[in-house]
């Protein structure tokens, strides 16, 4: 008998093992299709928020061609044709009506192929239904030909879009399994029934974790060593704060350990890290249900909303990034002879950083300082103008006369853009931090600034930049987290670039 899944029962054996017979190893599609209907099909995730979005398009290229039906491929009328409240209100109607129409939810989980088909029907019947609504919109005021040719170009429009997009669903995650991507490291609190039987669930092939080990106020287990019993409850935040887990499993009896199970969600939330939740038991004021990885059978909290925007942030990243690099290529190269031609030792300094859900990275930057600049650091310890744990000393002797002004103006981060490429960097977040930084925090909330990807400018950076005291810049940090939105990145990119002209505060 092998685990096929767990389901709630509502009480301390919340998570109950549903046990199926092992089946023999399947093909490429039915593995795909299985991914597809678990990750899109009964979900309320990426696919769901971008089938929403398919009426705006279509029903843009379908105006745009009737507009050059009319008008002809005349760009300047077509710009300054007229759109009034009658075809705002029209199209209004069919979003909506496609918005209710496709919002039916499957009933209960079935059979992939058979939910597969039925969101196939679901898709055709949303579009006829819209393309009917805009066709009873228009036949009062064009002919019975045109308003017919109308409806139909946006019945046909709006299937073509949304097979497509079921068939990228298809695709993403039959390729997603042919090239799998890095498990992410979790901790399970509990060892009992309910922990091992997230245990094997975690350990499914569509799971996408590794489980790290366990935590337990008295380990409850058949084996602590292959569990890897870590030991008891209270290691939580210093476990958290030495190991880049990426998310916390409870797997506590609810009745028996409710104020266990509420401290260590306390614990997640404030640290930033994701955690199995029971939906509607427990309360938090930050953390929000998301897709994540995880087994859709495990609820999942998260400091920060994972969603299509994140896709977007990430091509922007890229696109950005990449044309900056592009374009900076002749000021690299003088930079890099120049360091070269005045100090000793190699151009760029390369420095581990703690980034995403402090996992570590290798950040470049070209160097600024004198070659043994980490060993004296310990001399000048007593002298460090930032407070906190953090190190900054403006009149560093350490500092060369070129790093002196690659600093001044902010130059001397441009190999950062590699970072950036690499997907271990943004170009919007909280400063990535050396390990001797965190190393010297002292409380478990200020390990929430790294549930977000680092960057190369925040908010602390676009005001007072190194001037900022420690306290502002973790509470910038935090805020920058709390309200964050691709608006606000881009208001951050625009004011930083003020700032690095002005060069105040820079280090």
Request: glycine share 8%; charged share 20%; with cysteine.
């Amino acid at each position: 008998m092998a685990l096929g899944q767990i389901a709630p029962d509502g009480d301390a054996d919340f998570l109950r093992p549903v046990l199926v017979e092992p089946q023999e190893e399947a093909s490429w599609f039915t593995k795909a299709l299985e991914k597809t209907w678990r990750q899109h099909l009964r979900r309320n995730g990426n696919y769901a928020r971008l089938r929403r979005l398919l009426p705006v398009p279509a029903l843009g290229l379908v105006w745009m061609g009737a507009m050059h039906s009319s008008i002809g491929w005349n760009f300047h009328a077509l710009v300054n044709s007229s759109i009034t409240l009658r075809h705002l209100l029209l199209g209004a109607g069919a979003v909506l009506l496609w918005q209710l129409l496709s919002a039916s939810r499957l009933k209960a989980a079935t059979k992939p192929w058979t939910d597969l088909q039925t969101e196939a029907a679901l898709l055709v019947r949303s579009s006829i239904g819209s393309a009917l609504f805009v066709y009873l919109g228009v036949v009062r005021h064009l002919i019975p030909v045109a308003s017919v040719e109308l409806s139909t170009w946006l019945a046909g429009v709006l299937l073509a879009e949304s097979l497509l997009l079921l068939l990228g669903a298809f695709l993403v995650a039959g390729l997603s399994g042919r090239y799998p991507v890095r498990p992410r490291l979790a901790l399970i609190v509990g060892s009992g029934r309910i922990a091992m039987a997230l245990r094997r669930l975690a350990e499914t092939s569509h799971a996408g974790l590794e489980i790290f080990g366990c935590l337990d106020d008295q380990y409850t287990g058949f084996n602590a060593e292959k569990d890897n019993y870590l030991g008891k409850l209270a290691l939580l935040p210093e476990i958290l704060k030495a190991h880049p887990i990426e998310m916390v499993l409870i797997g506590l009896p609810v009745k028996s350990r409710y104020a266990e199970i509420e401290r260590a969600i306390a614990v997640c939330e404030s640290i930033g890290v994701e955690c199995q939740y029971m939906r509607d038991i427990f309360s938090t004021s930050r953390m929000t249900l998301q897709q994540s990885s995880a087994p859709e059978e495990i609820a999942v909290l998260g400091d920060v909303p994972r969603d299509v925007r994140h896709w977007i942030k990430r091509a922007l990243d890229i696109a950005i990034a990449g044309s900056l690099f592009l374009a900076a290529l002749p000021v690299l190269v003088l930079i890099a002879l120049a360091i070269k031609l005045t100090s000793a030792g190699p151009i760029f300094f390369v420095q581990e950083r703690y980034g995403y859900n402090r996992r570590r990275f290798r950040m470049f930057k070209f160097r600024t300082m004198v070659v043994d600049a980490e060993k004296r650091q310990a001399e000048l310890e007593s002298a460090n103008e930032a407070g906190g744990p953090v190190f900054k000393l403006k009149a560093d002797p350490r500092i060369t006369q070129v790093g002196a002004i690659l600093r001044r103006t902010s130059l001397d981060e441009l190999p950062q853009l590699i970072n950036v490429l690499r997907g271990e960097m943004s170009l919007v977040g909280p400063r990535p931090l050396p390990l001797r930084d965190v190393s010297r925090f002292n409380e478990p909330w200020l390990l929430r600034r790294f549930s977000v990807v680092p960057g190369l400018t925040c908010l602390w950076q676009v005001g007072g930049r190194s001037n900022t005291k420690f306290d502002e810049w973790i509470k910038l940090d935090l805020q920058y987290i709390d309200q964050w939105s691709l608006g606000l990145d881009f208001r951050i990119l625009v004011k930083t670039i003020p700032a690095v002209l002005r060069g105040s505060g820079a280090m």
